[in-house]
């Protein structure tokens, strides 16, 4: 089926480790976002991008990378996770001038202990 | 910066009675857009209804609409003939026309339907 796809679905991290949560989407979308959801927070973006080769920060950026090498692919990474980034991450996409809303993956609940 | 307000954290509904949630945004733009998603216990993000700030009707999907009222800055949701399948998070959202295609979410209503 298109979509947004997120690997891994669920992850256990120990405080200090790195670890890279990958999003691909087959829809041809120009624009990539990745956020995260807090209990009471509502989503926050972390990063986006805009086309391949190109990323921005959002509004939580601090503690996370990410990379665009492919047009179909978002990847955000954690070099050293800390217990303040367990949370579930979205990744979503969308199309450039087009206005119908994201795609959203189905998440990746990330626990650090 | 443009903010997203849900003043509701939770909301019930008798199954097949109608609820409205609320949201207010404040923005200093004049051309953006609004959506609702709805989220249920399955994580999924499902789009329920969008608005375009230039048009004056309110949308309506089904047995979902929305109040639009422009100067108020308000944007709630009605859900008619309320359903089990209807109980979930309710997300709502707001971006600029042009030059920027973020989201920003508030922080979400918990609706409950009871049978």
């Known amino acids: ?113 | 910066a443009q903010t997203v307000t849900q003043s509701q954290p939770e909301m019930s509904v008798q199954e097949a009675e109608t609820v409205t949630l609320s949201c207010t945004y404040d923005t200093s733009e004049s051309d953006y857009y609004l959506f609702w998603y709805k989220q249920p216990p399955s994580r999924q993000m499902i789009l329920v209804i969008r608005q375009e700030a230039y048009k004056q009707q309110n949308a309506t999907e089904n047995r979902f609409s929305v109040n639009f009222q422009k100067a108020a800055k308000s944007f709630s949701l009605k859900i008619s003939d309320s359903q089990l399948g209807d109980a979930a998070m309710y997300f709502c959202a707001y971006r600029i026309g042009a030059g920027s295609y973020q989201l920003t979410f508030g922080k979400g209503t918990k609706l409950s339907v009871i049978p």
């Open chain 1, 1 to 113: 089926n298109a979509g947004v796809t997120q690997t891994p679905k669920f992850r256990v991290l120990k405080t200090g480790q790195s670890m890279t949560l990958l999003c691909a989407q087959d829809m041809n979308h120009e624009y990539m976002y990745w956020y995260r959801q807090d209990p009471g927070m509502g989503l926050r973006l972390i990063h986006y991008s805009v086309g391949e080769g190109t990323t921005a920060k959002g509004e939580v950026p601090d503690g996370y990378n990410v990379s665009r090498l492919k047009k179909q692919n978002f990847l955000l990474g954690l070099e050293s996770a800390a217990p303040s980034q367990t949370s579930v991450y979205f990744c979503a996409s969308s199309y450039r001038g087009l206005d119908y809303g994201y795609t959203f993956g189905s998440g990746t609940r990330l626990t650090v202990v």
